[in-house]
């Protein structure tokens, strides 16, 4: 079973809309969490990382929040740019792994409309 | 600077060939990863290199995979008798260090592999 689950699977927004992108994990001993952006036919960039200390990093339009205790990360997307159509990916960390192998989700494909 | 890059960017083969894809890293990272990701699924492990240890392959998921990684920089995936399952986006990352999350894993465009 993914230790990453994401949803919604995907949406549609119109543009300068907010949305919100939700990211439950099940991955413990917890190390750190990271938001990627891909675009299509590209590979993931880094959008935020957090470790369990932290509950909210902004990244421009973008900001993601961390519940350690609940498992539970969002990222938000503020005034929304066509440029903002691509996947979004969660990924975790765990302390487990003796050289900090990242887990994903499965992804978010946000459609961002004129 | 440049970037991870992979090559070829698209590869259709026939079921039962071998192909060879290939991984440029970043220069100067010690770190290189392989990633597959098959449509609607979450990017899955491969296999790790970091410097002069011995990789971790336990991603692979059958001994028609195979990787090597030469001089500590460029790297090679290999499918011998390729299968219509192995139809996915192959992804390369590499990253300044290893045996830690915290370092960045920066990601090359992928190959399509397409096996007909």
Not at chain 2, 24 to 41: F, M, N, V
Request: charged share 15%; net charge neutral; proline share 4%.
């Amino acid at each position: 079973k993914n230790q990453v689950e994401q949803s919604p699977q995907s949406l549609i927004i119109l543009e300068g809309k907010n949305c919100t992108l939700q990211c439950n994990y099940t991955v413990s001993p917890f190390s750190n969490l990271r938001w990627y952006k891909q675009d299509t036919g590209r590979g993931p960039v880094s959008l935020t990382i957090m470790t369990f200390s932290e509950n909210t990093k902004s990244n421009g339009r973008y900001t993601a929040t961390l519940d350690a205790d609940t498992k539970q990360s969002s990222l938000h997307i503020t005034a929304s740019q066509l440029s903002d159509s691509a996947s979004y990916i969660c990924v975790v960390s765990g302390t487990t792994d003796s050289w900090g192998k990242l887990q994903f989700g499965a992804g978010t494909q946000v459609v961002v409309t004129p | 600077g440049a970037g991870v890059s992979q090559s070829p960017s698209n590869k259709v083969t026939e079921k039962g060939k071998d192909v060879e894809l290939r991984c440029d890293p970043i220069s100067g990272h010690t770190a290189l990863y392989w990633y597959r990701q098959s449509l609607g699924q979450g990017l899955e492990f491969l296999i790790y290199f970091q410097g002069n240890s011995a990789p971790d392959k336990s991603g692979l998921p059958s001994d028609r995979f195979s990787a090597e990684r030469t001089g500590g920089s460029v790297s090679t995936l290999t499918i011998q008798r390729t299968q219509q399952e192995d139809s996915a986006v192959y992804l390369c990352a590499s990253s300044l260090g290893g045996g830690s999350s915290s370092y960045e894993q920066y990601f090359g465009p992928g190959t399509r592999l397409t096996v007909t």
